[in-house]
């Protein structure tokens, strides 16, 4: 082991999921029922909050979006890019997995899967939609959980922070293009216009704002305590607005979801493929170019996560609330952890064997 991961594992010692973090999936389950229900009983109050739209925009979804994001983005400090020299193998093989196989692998995945295997036993109308919303799930890299998961891996913190920060940056610019090339290669019809409004309004202008208000939270050498309290009153805030959000899209997919139960399990198979896929070549490259397993394990799990939260609104932006897309993008939410977590175990325990080959 280098002297840098024994250093990350004395500090990562003890590391320990949050209470809600590890129980995600269960949450989203019962959004899941929750939502069904309201949707079979208050079909008005849902139908009200639909209309409730600007320049194809739901409004309560946006505040809610950004009541996910912001949290999250406050979280990144863009200065750590100038760690990127110091790891830039991992970074580059982490770059190549995120942006130049995981939506390609994705939308792959969907075609072979969404619109061919298994589209005798979904909705037809709704196969384009699917495909879409996978689509955009693999497009954005992760933001928050991946601080979750470099803690729970021994992942070093720097190289971490770097790779976020780096990926943040190239989502302003190069989410969009990706997202409109995938979708024009499965013969979907690209709303540009929708397209690049939900860019500025769920990256370009979070980012902004977020920057500032950190840059303003850490004007003197009480930042650090000014920040952490602010995050610590906004996280209830984004947890809230997380479940609010699922209720609300299982609200308006019940009836989807009644009469085809089995439309989640299809949906979420693509996904676990393309997690693990990403996840072991990620882990593997690292290893043949002879990268620390503190950089190896969070550049893998970097890899095969995806930023739900920005997935979520660019499908409800551009598909709508009662879109295949936007199911599509929560059934991602729903295996997030359970599969993520079961990357960190892969890469945790397959230490020796990574580092003997160092």
Not at 292 to 312: D, K, Q, R, W
């Amino acid at each position: 082991m280098s002297v840098q991961c024994e250093t990350t594992a004395s500090r990562a010692a003890g590391a320990e999921m949050p209470f809600f973090e590890k129980y995600l999936s269960l949450w989203v389950a019962l959004c899941i029922v929750v939502g069904i229900l309201l949707g079979q009983f208050l079909p008005g109050f849902f139908e009200s909050l639909g209309a409730m739209e600007v320049a194809s925009v739901n409004i309560p979804i946006a505040v809610l979006i950004w009541l996910m994001i912001l949290p999250m983005l406050l979280k990144i400090d863009f200065h750590s890019l100038m760690e990127v020299r110091q790891h830039w193998k991992g970074v580059g093989v982490t770059l190549f997995i995120n942006w130049g196989v995981k939506p390609f692998s994705m939308a792959l995945l969907a075609w072979i899967f969404i619109r061919n295997l298994f589209a005798d036993w979904l909705p037809a109308d709704q196969l384009d939609s699917y495909i879409a919303g996978l689509i955009l799930l693999a497009a954005a890299p992760c933001t928050a959980m991946v601080f979750v998961w470099s803690g729970l891996s021994n992942g070093h913190p720097g190289f971490t922070l770097s790779q976020v920060a780096l990926n943040d940056l190239i989502m302003v610019f190069a989410f969009a293009p990706i997202v409109a090339l995938l979708l024009g290669i499965s013969s979907i019809h690209v709303p540009w216009a929708t397209l690049f409004l939900s860019v500025v309004l769920y990256i370009v202008l979070p980012v902004i704002v977020a920057t500032l208000w950190r840059q303003w939270l850490m004007r003197d050498e009480d930042g650090q305590d000014r920040l952490k309290r602010v995050l610590g009153r906004m996280h209830p805030l984004s947890l809230s607005a997380l479940l609010i959000t699922l209720v609300l899209l299982f609200g308006f997919q019940g009836s989807q979801i009644i009469t085809k139960p089995v439309i989640i399990l299809l949906l979420a198979i693509p996904i676990l493929i393309q997690v693990y896929f990403n996840s072991g070549l990620a882990y593997l490259l690292n290893k043949k170019f002879g990268v620390a397993h503190c950089v190896a394990a969070p550049s893998a799990l970097i890899g095969a996560s995806n930023f739900f939260e920005l997935a979520v609104a660019a499908a409800i932006s551009i598909f709508g609330l009662q879109s295949g897309a936007a199911l599509a993008t929560v059934v991602g939410v729903l295996v997030e952890v359970p599969v993520m977590l079961s990357v960190v175990r892969i890469v945790n325990r397959s230490k020796p064997w990574y580092e003997a080959g160092l």
